[in-house]
């Protein structure tokens, strides 16, 4: 089955411990990106990746870091996590380029963040 | 920067009738795309309805239709015969096309989302 999957669905955690919110495809999409979604706000780009090695700048990026070593991966990484990155997180991939260049996000279920 | 708005917080309809979702938009790209998502009390992402900016057409996917006004940067959703199924929250995308050059693509920005009630 075609999905995006995302760990852990839940996670409580304390401020400034190090954390890392996993993101794996299997429909080998070259774009991955990361979204914070918060009441009013909608959702806001944190990172996004084109394809392997190449990672760049959403709207919202500081406090997080992300990396894309492997086409099917890009986690989400909170070296010191604060309350404020308290949040909804998503992960969502899709093709780019080419005859798919109209491709949807396909999302994972999300990560609801507590950070005390 | 592009922007997208929707400026219905929540809205409410009765089951079996029609409701219209808003959406505008600010760009200054002449190539981009625009979608609808749905997102139910289970959290999950849903894609509801697309429009490419180049095409005139109005999508159409079941009872689910847009009114695309491009000079106007609007885009809103017609739902008809509205379901039970349909309560959840809405938002409204825009992504600019890969022609946009550099990462510019990448970018893909929401709306603030709207909360549709279906009243039985």
């Known amino acids: 089955e075609a999905q995006v999957t995302q760990n852990p669905r839940y996670l409580i955690t304390v401020t400034g411990k190090k954390l890392t919110v996993t993101c794996s495809q299997n429909m080998n999409h070259e774009y991955m990106s990361w979204y914070r979604q918060d009441p009013g706000l909608g959702l806001r780009q944190i990172y996004y990746?084109?394809?392997?090695?190449?990672?760049d700048k959403g709207d919202v990026p500081e406090g997080y870091k992300v990396s894309r070593k492997e086409k099917r991966n890009f986690p989400l990484i909170l070296e010191s996590p604060s309350p404020n990155q308290t949040s909804l997180y998503f992960c969502?991939?899709?093709?780019?380029?080419?005859?798919?260049?109209?491709?949807?996000?396909?999302f994972g279920n999300g990560t609801r963040l507590t950070v005390t | 920067a592009q922007t997208v708005t929707q400026s219905q917080p929540e809205m409410s309809v009765q089951e079996a009738e029609t409701v219209t979702l808003s959406c505008t938009y600010d760009?200054?790209?002449?190539?981009?795309?625009l979608f609808w998502y749905k997102q139910p009390p289970s959290r999950q992402m849903i894609l509801v309805i697309r429009q490419e900016a180049y095409k005139q057409q109005n999508a159409t996917e079941n009872r689910f239709s847009v009114n695309f006004q491009k000079a106007a940067k609007s885009f809103s959703l017609k739902i008809s015969d509205s379901q039970l199924g349909d309560a959840a929250m809405y938002f409204c995308?825009?992504?600019?096309?890969?022609?946009?050059?550099?990462?510019?693509?990448?970018?893909?920005?929401f709306g603030q989302g709207t909360i549709l009630t279906v009243h039985p």
């Open positions: 969502a991939s899709s093709f780019s380029g080419g005859s798919t260049y109209n491709s949807p996000l396909h």
């Open positions: 995308a825009y992504r600019p096309s890969s022609n946009a050059g550099g990462t510019s693509y990448g970018k893909l920005t």
């Open positions: 990746s084109m394809n392997v090695e190449v990672t």
């Open positions: 760009t200054s790209e002449s190539d981009y795309y």
